[in-house]
């Protein structure tokens, strides 16, 4: 039987979906082009056929990374309540990165190199919490800077969903810490007027 064609769609996801289980557990720098071709069973040929080189696969996975989580969190509906509305934003970016745990790693996992304070483009996963955060600061809800704010929501987001993802949390208390993390960090954000709003959201997310 001869080897795999390296120009079909077929080698091209299977690259891809090797590619992403690497890029989760292992750095970049120590994964090579024929480490990548033999998780996906193909010869070496076939990234450079496919993709042009090393670069252009880490890229595409991380597109598709971004591309998922955006789609996810830009599909969560605006309501007249800003708070609810970032909560809305976690659940759907916890359950994204709980769907997809080998892309989330791929991009956010510790072993490899992501830039928060990176720019932002038209569909970056970041663009519908800041504008939540920015109608929340517009409402008087919230007050500080409004990056500030989002990279403090992230981290402790992200911390959360790292930890479940590495199995560290049990489900139960996974999910009690979600429910508590999330509005504690809103509310060290909040004036004190807007405790109470907090407060509600919060007894309401428990029932």
């Known amino acids: 039987m001869g080897r795999p064609r390296t120009n079909d769609d077929t080698v091209r996801e299977r690259l ?16 090579t082009v024929r480490a990548l071709a033999g998780a996906a069973g193909v010869a070496t040929a076939a ?15 991380r597109n598709r ?31 994204w ?14 072993v490899q190199t992501f830039d928060p304070s990176g720019a932002i483009g038209t569909e970056d996963p970041v663009r519908p919490l800041l ?18 704010i ?13 930890l479940e993802l590495a199995g560290a949390l049990n489900p139960a208390t996974a999910e009690t810490a979600f429910r508590t993390a999330i509005p504690a960090t809103l509310r060290g954000w909040t004036p004190s ?6 407060q509600h959201n919060e007894t309401t997310q428990a029932r």
Do not use: C, Q
Not at 16 to 31: G, H, Q
Not at 97 to 110: E, I, K, Q, R, V
Not at 193 to 198: F, G, I, W
């Open 150 to 162: 989002a990279l403090s929501f992230w981290v402790t987001l992200h911390g959360l969903v790292t």
């Open 16 to 31: 891809v979906e090797s590619a992403t289980e690497l890029f989760a557990t292992r750095p970049l720098e120590s994964i």
């Open 65 to 95: 990374a971004v591309a998922g989580l955006f789609h996810d969190v830009a599909a969560v509906p605006t309501s007249d309540d800003p708070l609810a509305d970032l909560h809305a934003l976690a659940v759907a970016y916890r359950r």
């Open 193 to 198: 007027e807007a405790d109470r709003t907090l």
């Open 97 to 110: 990165g709980s769907t997809h745990g080998n892309l989330y790693m791929a991009l956010f996992g510790g």
């Open 131 to 148: 504008h939540a955060i920015d109608r929340a600061l517009a409402a008087s809800l919230l007050a500080g800077d409004a990056t500030s």
């Open 47 to 61: 990234v450079y056929t496919l993709f042009g080189s090393k670069d252009a696969l880490i890229a595409e996975v």
